[in-house]
């Protein structure tokens, strides 16, 4: 099955910095690769997303880039504000909407204003 | 986006008891809904997947006897801890998708806390 790294679990910055967190998947059939922010007590909410036939999308301040050969993608947060505060988590799966999601351990970031 | 309504948000219940967990989608038909259970500071770990219609796909260690879904309906999905035991004690949440979304929507999670 799947198996999905993220990297790191844990980091701090600056208000107004970036913010890169990276995931690498196992399954070179995974073609769908969304981004979910997660606040305390809450469900994790769809940030971003992309597809393997595209190599970067961005969002106003996130981004996400897709090396399919190495397996691996990144989100970044550009301009970072306390709000963006939160535990994120990358995911892979072979297909969009009811295709299984394998989750990465996921990345507390805490925004130091 | 569409709408995923869980509930309860939280619940308290006593060992030996069963509790029913409600999904809902609120504003489209859930062809499959997926039930996760995460513990404090991990991820979201699948438990099962539940097609309208048909019997829900348990992940491997997931007791199904214990752990009893029913998707009964294009916007319902329930799930039904039964016995509970303070090691079922967990954030619960279900996602929902349609055969032809791009993306699975997700609840905002059921608290269970098992005394």
């Known amino acids: 099955g799947e198996n999905v790294e993220q990297h790191p679990s844990t980091l701090s910055v600056q208000e107004g910095d970036s913010a890169v967190i990276k995931c690498t998947y196992s399954?070179?059939?995974?073609?769908?690769f969304p981004w979910y922010k997660q606040e305390l007590g809450k469900g994790p909410q769809l940030i971003i997303d992309i597809r393997s036939n595209v190599g970067e999308k961005k969002d106003q301040r996130i981004a996400v880039t897709l090396n399919k050969t190495a397996k691996h993608f990144s989100l970044h947060i550009t301009e970072t504000q306390p709000e963006d505060s939160a535990v994120y988590f990358c995911?892979?799966?072979?297909?969009?909407?009811?295709?299984?999601?394998?989750f990465g351990k996921g990345t507390k970031l805490s925004v130091i204003p | 986006g569409a709408v995923v309504s869980q509930h309860p948000s939280w619940v308290i219940c006593k060992s030996g008891t069963s509790v029913k967990i409600e999904c809902r989608s609120l504003d489209f038909q859930a062809t499959t809904m997926f039930w996760y259970r995460q513990f404090p500071k991990q991820s979201l770990m699948l438990m099962a997947t539940?097609?309208?219609?048909?019997?829900?796909?348990?992940e491997q260690g997931v007791e199904k006897d214990k752990f009893l879904i029913n998707h009964a309906s294009l916007t319902l999905s329930t799930l039904t801890v039964t016995s509970a035991h303070p090691e079922d004690s967990s954030f619960y949440i279900c996602?929902?998708?349609?055969?032809?979304?791009?993306?699975?929507?997700f609840g905002q999670g059921t608290r269970l806390t098992v005394v």
């Open positions: 996602s929902a998708s349609n055969r032809g979304s791009t993306e699975a929507f």
């Open positions: 995911a892979a799966s072979r297909g969009a909407g009811s295709y299984q999601l394998t």
């Open positions: 399954d070179s059939a995974s073609n769908y």
């Open positions: 539940s097609n309208e219609g048909s019997k829900a796909t348990y």
